[in-house]
């Protein structure tokens, strides 16, 4: 690097003393190295048009995007929505994007749970315990996501026996090399009472949690509001749907020749990939968790056991939403990071929007509407993320004051 | 002014600035050597070995076009590429001919900006099960999960197949040739399916190759070929009339040993093919000379039957390995579809 | 008046603390400081002790030491396939190079190697010249000798590179452009001129707001769509330029954040003794700019080192491409290729990963005794 005690060998003559050359004046300059760049870039992207153009004429193409209402002809492996061979080439992306937000979204929840408990761990003063945590980071983060993905998938496999021979639980749930296989909900009509019923118990939760609240402040009582709530919160979506006359009924999966047909599937390369990313991301988040928690000063930590908390209550009230405030900016990040990396799918196989956008560029040859859309897809999701995040850590500081 | 735009821009993308304007033929000649996609390693069509030599019949097909263009049928660069890579690689120019097991249909012909310059392989679409399942047909697959390369005209063929005999199925596809090989002997999925040369090539490299078996249904029809742009009628007449040459070639009986004799055969046919020069009742030369047509030189053909072979000297090489018979590969006077136009 | 969440009734009393000297109570202190956590620390230790003995046994007891063949990988209950590793060992790390050229490489390694250990062990004098070399020349070093075609070198194209060779040239080739261009990006960013600091901060954040596959598919497939018709740049060319452009806009943060942690006196002082912005960024901001984000900048390494993993799916073959490819040798698939193949690209690549960040730490406690936080 360069040294920093070198000095200017000569200081420069102060610029256009008197006579204030315009040439000088750095408005004017400012101004012109504006006016510069923008000419630059609208002669580089007239360029790259002019000859994207010239290009896609030559090859007897054009642009646009009416290709998206085209038959697909081809067939994922999983797929949240109705999709089959027959949809069009635009229902093959969404159900490619549907896949990566759930992805993503039990990535991020997962990969966040286990971030906790490690950078948690990590700080432990047990040192087998600390040491396990160190020991699964440094491996783990160290090794490429993608080599990470392909070891997954190779030893969710390997392990598991075929369809014939497969694990099965309460004789309904069933786990074999073409993945785990559950029965599927049908709710008829008259659901929604069930559904009725679970929102109430949502909104008396928030009540009864807020009232909580107030008779702590005024008498100092703990009401254990989440031991109360939980059970009703599960409970009562049942007793809806009892009331209703039980308009429910599970499909259950049967096996039938090769595959068990009816129920629900979760496909090993699903699960590899959660794996992997959940794995791979948790000790990116450990490592902001640990950092947060030992930027909240020591006086903290000593005061919450002055005043006799537990060491997990002293976590849980005290340092943990202090720490919050460091965490919650680079944990974005790492969402973040989750969401793009969750684009590797593609190299195991599980039908995402990278991997439908690829399948559908390779069958329709519209490399620059397919990338085009990749494109902007994965940065609102990026941007929609980074809002979540900013809102977040706006409440965040709120409650923190 | 273009020009100076092109040189500055040729410095700053230094490397291998390759063009890829209309003119295919003139570039290839400038540069001294063919850029030829072909797979990522499928044996008996375009298969690397340890040192990076290229063998198949893809790639003999590569080396037949060098062979008639420059003379040499070692000019040639190969761009491994994957099924899904293969025709945006082509339209950009980043290569210059396609010889990678590549199905004909109309989509790709009309909407893509290519051409297909003929077909070198007849092949169609198979099945391959482990022997221990006891499947004997295609037709008892319902309900098998079955594994395949994605961005390939076999993913569409199956959606086809199971949807025609009222079946379904669950595809498991990858972008990669070796993960859908693993995920089948791993057993993620009953059914593996490809064009059946791949089938009867790829099973070699499992491991355990006796404990799999092809199915005897083909579903589909998959004339492969070599692929060039739309629209480059000089380059497309070349690539197509190096396959032709080598078909004829197999026809007349000349081949790589004893096209060297038969240059001094009688048969006009023969004369044609390698412009050999005939004499004139009154003793001149009479110019023979078909190469000419193309933008090459007198000994296009020759050379190509001379450094390459003939078109049943390149199966026997690379495919005989396999076990594959010629069947629909024979020439059409042998009972096959191979059937090339006369150079006359 | 009384606080309702003051105690009014004494709490009940405690028993007398456990003692907290002697080794007992150490080891207590260490391994089982409450029941619960004792327990875990027996859970984790059996579950390590399991784990370790497993791969233990896999790569080491029941492993495949010496075969000419798959034969001996295929048999029931054989480990890792070492002769497999042992066979491909040459082709991981130079890829198709000509055997009889790969003493350029070999060079290559070594000054790069050199150079590199010249600039990141503090104590080595000539960092300046040092970076002249590693960041201008080297590169050209590199390029002229591993391209070959000139000064009687033998040609060798890009698609007979491959390898560990790839992968740290996709490495180093990303780091060394993406510097300077990190640089004037988060300059741009926080320059005053609002069309420059638009378009530099939409540029970061667009390359950051998509996946590096995207990156890399678009300068792979649509680069040449966009150039004039007849330019058309190498494969390995395309994948580095993607590389280059995506790590560029994250070197832009690191370089921001260091920009960010230069006091602004820092600048005020320089503007006073009537340095230009040049000038002033040059010789007194940089030069302390950069010198705080080295940690940044060697953990952007260590990340892009492992993305370059990624370059294998547009076809390019890097280590881990080549790697893969080779299980599909009829020679040597087998039942444990795959695995073996994967447990040493996963030790390489750890390897390489684990001791740079071991001197991101090192160098970050080195400065930390100049610059607290």
Same mark, same amino acid.
């Given at each position: 690097m360069t040294d920093i005690s070198q000095q200017p060998k000569?200081?420069?003559?102060?610029?256009?003393?008197?006579?204030?050359?315009?040439?000088?004046?750095?408005?004017?300059?400012?101004?012109?190295?504006?006016?510069?760049?923008?000419? /630059?870039?609208?002669?580089? =992207?007239?360029?790259?048009? *002019?000859?994207?153009?010239?290009? #896609?004429?030559?090859?007897?193409?054009?642009?646009g995007f009416d290709f998206l209402t085209q038959a697909a002809g081809f067939d994922l492996s999983t797929s949240l929505i109705e999709y089959s061979s027959n949809s069009t080439y635009g229902r093959a992306i969404v159900a490619g994007l549907l896949n990566t937000i759930l992805v993503a979204v039990l990535g991020i929840i997962f990969a966040t749970i286990i971030g906790f408990v490690v950078g948690v761990m990590r700080l432990s003063k047990n040192r087998v315990v600390a040491g396990a945590a160190?020991?699964?980071?440094? #491996?783990?983060?160290?090794?490429? =996501? /993608?080599?990470?993905?392909?070891?997954?998938?190779?030893?969710? +496999?390997?392990? +598991?026996?075929?369809?014939?021979?497969?694990?099965?639980?309460? *004789?309904?749930?069933?786990?074999?090399?073409?993945?785990?296989?559950?029965?599927?909900?049908?709710? *008829?009509?008259?659901?929604?009472? *069930?559904?009725?019923? =679970?929102?109430?118990?949502?909104?008396?939760?928030? /009540?009864?949690r807020k009232r909580a609240r107030k008779r702590q402040d005024e008498t100092g009582k703990i009401t254990p509001v989440w031991l109360i709530s939980i059970p009703i919160i599960i409970l009562s979506p049942f007793v809806g749907l009892a009331l209703a006359g039980w308009p429910l009924h599970f499909d259950y999966p049967e096996l039938k020749g090769f595959n068990f047909t009816s129920g629900m599937t979760i496909v090993p390369e699903m699960a590899a990939l959660l794996i992997a990313l959940i794995v791979y991301s948790a000790t990116f988040i450990a490592e902001t968790v640990r950092s947060g928690i030992q930027a909240v000063s020591h006086g903290q930590s000593e005061a919450s056991s002055a005043l006799g908390l537990s060491r997990g209550m002293a976590l849980r009230l005290v340092i943990i939403p202090q720490a919050m405030r460091v965490i919650i900016p680079p944990l974005a990040s790492q969402y973040l990071n989750l969401t793009k990396n969750s684009s590797l799918a593609i190299a195991v196989g599980f039908p995402d929007l990278m991997y439908a956008g690829g399948t559908v560029n390779n069958q329709s040859g519209k490399a620059i509407e397919v990338v085009f859309i990749l494109m902007v897809v994965y940065l609102s999701l990026s941007l929609l993320t980074a809002a979540f995040m900013n809102w977040f850590n706006s409440r965040m500081k709120m409650v923190e004051r | 002014m273009k020009l100076l735009k092109l040189l500055a821009l040729s410095t700053v993308f230094g490397l291998t600035a390759a063009a890829a304007n209309a003119a295919t033929l003139d570039d290839v000649k400038a540069k001294g050597f063919v850029q030829c996609g072909v797979s990522q390693g499928l044996i008996g069509f375009s298969n690397p070995d340890e040192s990076n030599n290229w063998t198949g019949l893809d790639v003999d097909f590569c080396k037949a076009v060098a062979a008639a263009v420059l003379g040499d049928a070692t000019k040639v660069k190969y761009s491994p590429l994957s099924a899904k890579e293969r025709f945006t690689a082509l339209q950009s120019g980043a290569i210059d001919v396609l010889s990678r097991n590549s199905t004909w249909t109309m989509s790709r012909d009309t909407t893509l900006g290519l051409s297909f310059a003929g077909v070198t392989y007849y092949d169609g679409q198979g099945f391959m099960v482990p022997t221990k399942l006891g499947v004997k047909s295609a037709l008892e697959l319902n309900g098998a999960s079955v594994c395949t390369q994605t961005g390939t005209t076999t993913e569409l063929n199956l959606a086809d197949y199971f949807k025609a005999n009222k079946m379904e199925y669950k595809i498991v596809a990858f972008e990669k040739n070796?993960?859908?090989? !693993?995920?089948?002997?791993?057993?993620?999925?009953?059914?593996?399916?490809?064009?059946?040369?791949?089938?009867?090539?790829?099973?070699?490299?499992?491991?355990?190759?006796?404990?799999?078996?092809?199915?005897?249904?083909?579903?589909?029809?998959?004339?492969?070929?070599?692929?060039?742009?739309?629209?480059?009628?000089?380059?497309? @007449?070349?690539? !197509?009339?190096?396959?032709?040459?080598?078909? @004829?070639?197999?026809?007349?009986?000349?081949?790589? !040993?004893?096209?060297?004799?038969? !240059?001094?055969?009688?048969?006009?046919?023969?004369?044609?093919?390698?412009?050999?020069?005939?004499?004139?009742?009154?003793?001149?030369?009479?110019?023979?000379?078909?190469?000419?047509?193309?933008?090459?030189g007198p000994d296009w053909a020759y050379n190509i039957v001379k450094q390459v072979g003939n078109y049943g000297e390149i199966f026997e090489r690379n495919l005989a390995q396999l076990k594959i018979a010629r069947g629909k590969n024979a020439l059409w006077n042998a009972g096959g579809l191979q059937y090339a136009p006369p150079i006359r | 008046m009384t606080l309702s969440y003051v105690r009014t009734i004494d709490a009940p009393k405690l028993p007398a603390p456990t003692s907290t000297s002697g080794l007992l109570a150490k080891l207590r202190d260490r391994f089982a400081p409450t029941p619960l956590s004792g327990l875990g620390t027996i859970i984790i230790a059996l579950f390590l002790g399991w784990a370790f003995w497993s791969i233990f046994q896999w790569a080491i007891i029941n492993a495949v030491w010496t075969a000419a063949d798959r034969e001996p990988c295929n048999a029931a209950g054989a480990g890792a396939c070492w002769p497999f590793v042992q066979a491909k060992a040459l082709q991981w790390v130079y890829g198709f190079y000509p055997i009889a050229e790969r003493w350029r490489p070999n060079t290559i390694f070594l000054l790069g190697g050199l150079s590199m250990a010249g600039l990141l062990i503090p104590k080595i004098p000539y960092k300046g010249w040092n970076a002249l070399f590693f960041f201008i020349a080297f590169p050209i070093i590199a390029y002229v000798l591993l391209t070959g075609g000139r000064f009687g070198l033998e040609a060798v194209g890009t698609e007979q590179w491959g390898g560990l060779l790839v992968t740290l040239i996709v490495a180093i080739t990303g780091i060394v452009a993406s510097l300077p261009l990190g640089i004037l990006l988060a300059l741009g960013r926080r320059s005053e001129m609002p069309v420059v600091r638009t378009l530099c901060t939409g540029f970061i954040e667009i390359v950051r707001g998509v996946p590096l596959i995207t990156v890399l598919f678009m300068a792979s497939v649509m680069f040449p769509l966009f150039m004039p018709p007849g330019i058309n740049p190498d494969k390995l060319l395309k994948a580095l330029v993607g590389v280059g452009l995506f790590s560029a806009a994250y070197m832009a943060e690191v370089v921001r954040g260091g920009l960010q942690a230069i006091p602004k006196g820092q600048y005020e002082a320089s503007m006073a003794v009537g340095l230009s912005y040049w000038r002033m960024m040059l010789l007194v901001v940089m030069p302390q700019a950069l010198k705080v984000v080295i940690p940044g900048i060697v953990n952007s390494f260590i990340s892009? &080192?492992?993305?370059?993993?990624?370059?294998?799916?547009?076809?390019?073959?890097?280590? &881990?491409?080549?790697?893969?490819?080779?299980?599909?040798?009829?020679?040597?698939?087998?039942?444990?290729?795959?695995?073996?193949?994967?447990?040493?690209?996963?030790?390489?690549?750890?390897?390489?990963? &684990?001791?740079?960040?071991?001197?991101?730490?090192?160098?970050?406690?080195?400065?930390?005794?100049?610059?607290?936080?």
């Open positions: 000569s200081v420069p003559p102060p610029a256009a003393a008197s006579g204030e050359s315009w040439f000088y004046n750095p408005k004017i300059r400012g101004y012109a190295s504006q006016i510069i760049v923008v000419l /630059l870039l609208l002669w580089g =992207l007239s360029e790259i048009i *002019g000859n994207t153009q010239a290009n #896609l004429k030559k090859l007897n193409q054009n642009f160190t020991l699964y980071i440094e #491996l783990i983060r160290n090794i490429p =996501l /993608l080599l990470q993905i392909f070891m997954w998938y190779a030893l969710v +496999l390997k392990p +598991l026996p075929g369809v014939k021979d497969a694990y099965s639980f309460f *004789g309904s749930i069933f786990l074999s090399k073409k993945g785990i296989v559950m029965p599927h909900p049908n709710f *008829g009509s008259g659901a929604w009472i *069930g559904l009725l019923f =679970l929102i109430v118990a949502l909104i008396g939760t928030w /009540l009864f | 070796e993960e859908v090989l !693993k995920a089948y002997q791993e057993g993620r999925c009953d059914v593996f399916t490809t064009d059946q040369s791949g089938l009867y090539a790829e099973v070699l490299k499992f491991a355990n190759p006796a404990d799999h078996m092809v199915l005897p249904e083909i579903i589909s029809k998959e004339p492969l070929g070599p692929v060039v742009r739309q629209g480059d009628a000089a380059w497309f @007449n070349v690539v !197509k009339w190096t396959y032709y040459a080598t078909l @004829n070639a197999e026809e007349l009986g000349v081949t790589s !040993k004893n096209v060297d004799e038969m !240059k001094a055969s009688a048969n006009p046919e023969i004369q044609r093919l390698l412009s050999v020069k005939v004499k004139n009742p009154d003793g001149t030369d009479a110019d023979n000379d078909f190469g000419k047509g193309l933008g090459l | 892009l &080192f492992k993305d370059t993993s990624l370059v294998s799916i547009i076809g390019i073959f890097d280590l &881990f491409n080549i790697v893969q490819s080779g299980f599909n040798d009829a020679k040597w698939a087998s039942a444990q290729t795959g695995n073996t193949g994967y447990f040493a690209l996963a030790l390489i690549y750890w390897a390489f990963c &684990f001791s740079m960040s071991r001197y991101s730490q090192f160098i970050e406690r080195k400065l930390n005794t100049g610059y607290t936080r």
